[in-house]
């Protein structure tokens, strides 16, 4: 069962592990024993799954235990499934964990996803091997369970090393949306905390992870405001009831003593719409003539800072809380705000807390999920029937196919049990007396686009329900059951099926005539009381046009093979006699497309074109380039190859036949070649305005350099040509050059070298990484560009360029997600021109904090930018 798919579950009663919370759930994946850790949280082992491994892991400095076990499944095309049961209509926060310790040795760091049901969650990319990875959702639960599940791994092997649930009990993270959107945690920011470690459990009863902002990690709370001040109070907060931020972290604050207070941090899952709060509690004793007001501040968005913000005002009171936010806002990748005390204030701002989410769309699965939970429901008890998860998405139960729709159909259901009979011995006797039983689930016969039914090898009794509900059926497989009754006259009405096997039961009666005549493959013995109708020669014709086409195909199959070995034979002949003959030309090993897609020149009019190679306009390590110009007043770039050898005259035979089935808008037209008197030419057409490396660092810059928004679109036009090159070629392109590309951009600078700026092939991206790692990409950005640009598309693009030069490559994106990522910095870009220019209309449309819109757009695509919600842009205190 090659193409099948495995998934492990976990069933756990709500509450089975707490003896902290009502509603906590923690699992220590790969652990061995119950116990508590030093909050007090009570954590059990996974060791009820069948499937995954288990192994220790030592990280220096981490003694906490359920940090030193993990369970890790093999890089297949299965899901994994943790399936906990929960309270329908409850909301939770469901936390899960990875922290490597490079467990497999491999030197290969995971990349995988993780799900939520059928909605993706995140892609979890591993870059540090000691660093704990942590993905957080909020959630309204649906139904009476959820399934985590992993899957989809690129590279290394999925792992987990905690999953944990919490239960909310109030209705503080209540959105209108909630019944479509899940909140992805961004960020959940303790200021002015007293030291690093993060604010949780128990000082929190619903165990959220408050970072401290002293936490040190590249682009976090960076760009920090002179005269930022760290306060605290003894004092207790008035945090009323529900989820608001527990007291401990109400009870610190920063304070802009020079009047303001300013930051910037990247955002997990953004550009995008989300659910951002901000949390104050005044904790300092303001004298009579005293006051704190100020204004939030971002940058383009000036409405935003119209409302002011009075804490004791607003909160009626000292030392209580005020929670100002926007329950629904566009937010970018790069966030830098401020708050700014306004010109009546005394005192400059002060802020206690902030939580961003991310909203993440629900994906509703499949279309025939609640049938087959229905058919599941049946047989509770089996391993099989406890897979969990969604039965199509992120990818399908081990016995379903399931087409392609963004709702998928089940289109093939395959026999469990008869399927792993042949594959894994050792599961079917687990399986031994767990075989189906009773009648075929009526259920199935809801399954309007199954194309493939395989319920053979089971004890199923009862009747043949009616399928003609399902038109797409064309293969059944029923045989060795122990089924009863007639055969069904409905299913000589299905219009495509061509394969029915019902042999080894108990059915009984006349074989409908329909059947008979239809040309399909028919199997119906071993059913001593079944007898066919009709003309017996309909089934005879049947089954001896099956056989006369099998054989035909074995003819045809064993004729090809002879003819495949002939060729082989013709072709290491060939192949010796170029050996033999170096100078021999090859041409007549390209394939008849290519030579009908590129034109062959001959020397003398290369010749001619070039003036005898009179203008060289650029070398490289494959060859020289020179200007031409055709008879017909073509202008074109002839690139002469260095290598003579016979390898090289091979890979110049495969670079024509690739070059003649590339053709793309941002590729360079391929127009043709020449091979002749050791000669090896390729033939482009000839660009007029010249290199990038020539705009960017050559003497076109004297005049004038690109902008930064043309050097997006051109990186755009660029990753388009090597993603085309990439899906032709089914190959990956070269993504680390790219990454360079990037970094030259935003630099100006060539990485070949540039002394001026200490810059080589070697360490331009050490010396941009230092730079971007350390918060400081001014340090780096072209000082040709003069200030014209938004910061937030240059750090978008500067860290998509660090993901590209990765040292290994299945660390790096794929060229899809590379231009994603460009488009998005494009789309923020155009933004910040207009606001430059003063286009107002423009602003409107390009508005970071326009009101979300729930129809079927993506809310994480950074171009569906809508009009302004005044209800929302204005904050909204809870």
């Not at 003894?234 to 009323?240: G, K, L, Q, W, Y």
């Not at 399908?396 to 009979?421: E, G, H, V």
């Not at 050059?737 to 331009?764: M, P, T, W, Y």
Request: charged content about 20%.
């Amino acid at each position: 069962m090659k193409a099948s798919l495995l998934i492990l579950s976990l069933l756990l009663l709500m509450g089975a592990s707490t003896a902290q919370m009502p509603g906590f759930i923690s699992l220590d994946c790969g652990g061995a024993a119950n116990f508590s850790d030093e909050l007090g949280i009570f954590w059990t082992p996974d060791d009820q799954l069948m499937y995954g491994k288990t192994t220790e892991v030592s990280v220096a400095n981490e003694t906490r235990k359920q940090y030193q076990t993990l369970r890790y499944f093999p890089a297949d095309n299965r899901k994994y499934c943790y399936t906990l049961k929960v309270t329908s209509r409850t909301r939770y926060l469901v936390r899960a964990t990875f922290l490597y310790g490079d467990f497999d040795k491999n030197n290969v760091y995971p990349k995988f996803d993780i799900s939520l049901g059928a909605t993706h969650w995140a892609t979890i990319v591993i870059s540090d091997a000691d660093t704990i990875e942590v993905q957080e959702l909020i959630i309204l639960a649906s139904d009476p369970t959820i399934s985590v599940c992993l899957s989809n791994a690129t590279t290394g092997q999925p792992f987990i090393s905690t999953l944990e649930l919490r239960q909310f009990n109030g209705s503080v993270y209540f959105t209108q949306y909630e019944s479509q959107f899940y909140l992805s945690v961004s960020a959940r920011i303790n200021f002015g905390a007293e030291s690093e470690a993060p604010v949780r459990y128990p000082d929190d009863p619903f165990d959220r992870i408050w970072e401290s902002d002293s936490l040190k990690k590249a682009n976090y709370l960076v760009d920090v405001a002179t005269g930022t001040e760290k306060v605290s109070t003894p004092m207790p907060i008035d945090v009323s009831i529900d989820e608001r931020p527990p007291q401990k972290v109400m009870q610190t604050a920063v304070v802009g003593r020079n009047g303001s207070l300013t930051y910037r941090l990247n955002l997990d899952g953004f550009p995008g719409f989300g659910w951002a709060f901000t949390y104050f509690a005044e904790i300092e004793d303001l004298g009579p003539k005293e006051s704190r007001k100020f204004r939030l501040v971002l940058p383009g968005m000036p409405e935003l800072s119209k409302a002011v913000v009075n804490i004791q005002e607003n909160a009626q009171g000292k030392d209580r809380l005020y929670e100002p936010g926007y329950p629904n806002i566009s937010l970018p990748f790069v966030l830098s705000f401020k708050f700014a005390k306004t010109i009546d204030s005394s005192m400059g701002p002060l802020l206690n807390a902030m939580e961003i989410n991310k909203y993440l769309k629900k994906n509703d699965g499949s279309l025939d999920g609640s049938v087959i939970a229905s058919v599941v429901s049946l047989y509770s008890s089996a391993d099989w029937a406890r897979e969990g998860g969604d039965p199509c998405l992120p990818v399908p139960l081990s016995w379903l196919q399931c087409n392609s729709d963004p709702q998928p159909r089940i289109t093939k259901m395959k026999n469990y049990l008869n399927c792993f009979a042949y594959s894994m011995v050792l599961v079917l006797s687990k399986l031994s007396g767990k075989n189906l039983t009773g009648n075929i689930p009526l259920d199935l016969t809801k399954l309007s686009g199954l194309v493939e039914l395989w319920l053979d090898g089971n004890f199923l009794d009862g009747p043949i329900p009616d399928f003609s509900g399902c038109k797409d059926l064309e293969i059944i497989h029923l045989e060795n059951n122990q089924l009863t009754g007639d055969m069904p006259s409905s299913l000589a009405e299905l219009p495509n099926l061509r394969e029915l096997y019902v042999q080894n039961n108990k059915l009984f009666g006349k074989v409908p005539s329909g059947l008979l005549d239809k040309n399909l493959v028919l199997n119906y013995t071993g059913n001593v009381n079944l007898h066919k109708g009709g003309n017996k020669g309909s089934n005879s014709k049947i089954i001896i046009g099956s056989s006369v086409g099998a054989a035909a195909l074995l003819i045809a199959t064993i004729a090809s093979c002879i003819l495949m070995q002939k060729g082989n034979k013709k072709y290491s002949k060939k192949d010796q006699i170029e050996r033999t003959m170096p100078s021999q030309r090859l041409v007549s090993s390209l394939g008849d497309a290519a030579k009908e897609a590129a034109h062959c020149f001959t020397l003398s009019e290369i010749e001619d074109a070039t003036r005898q190679f009179e203008r060289k306009i650029g070398s490289g390590g494959f060859g020289i380039v020179y200007y031409g110009k055709t008879n017909d007043g073509k202008e074109i770039a002839v690139k002469v190859l260095t290598s003579n050898s016979y390898q090289g005259k091979r890979e110049f035979s495969n670079e024509v036949i690739l070059l003649s089935r590339i053709h793309h808008r941002n590729l360079v037209q391929f127009l043709g070649y020449c091979q002749e008197d050791g000669k090896s030419i390729l033939v482009y057409e000839f660009m007029h305005n010249g290199t990038l490396k020539e705009h960017l660092y050559g003497p076109q810059t004297l005049d004038r350099s690109i902008n930064w928004i043309k050097r997006l679109e051109i990186a755009e036009d660029a990753a388009k040509g090597l993603y085309y090159i990439s899906q032709q070629l089914t190959d990956k392109s070269d993504v680390y050059s790219f990454g360079v590309i990037l970094l030259e951009l935003i630099s100006g600078q060539e990485a070949i070298s540039n002394e001026s700026f200490g810059v080589n092939c070697r360490n331009i991206v050490q010396w941009a990484k230092l730079h971007i790692e350390n918060g400081d990409i001014q340090g780096i950005i072209d000082p040709a560009l003069r200030g014209e640009y938004d910061i937030q598309s240059m750090w978008k693009i500067a860290e998509k360029a660090l993901m590209c030069v990765q040292p290994h490559g299945n660390m790096r994106p794929s060229m899809s997600e590379v231009i994603k990522e460009i488009q998005d910095a494009i789309s923020i870009e155009r933004g910040a021109e207009a606001v430059r220019e003063g286009n107002s209309d423009e602003i409107s449309r390009h508005s970071v904090h326009s009101s979300l819109y729930m129809g079927s757009q993506d809310l994480g695509a950074s171009d569906h930018y809508l009009s302004i919600d005044d209800s929302i842009a204005r904050p909204t205190p809870r």
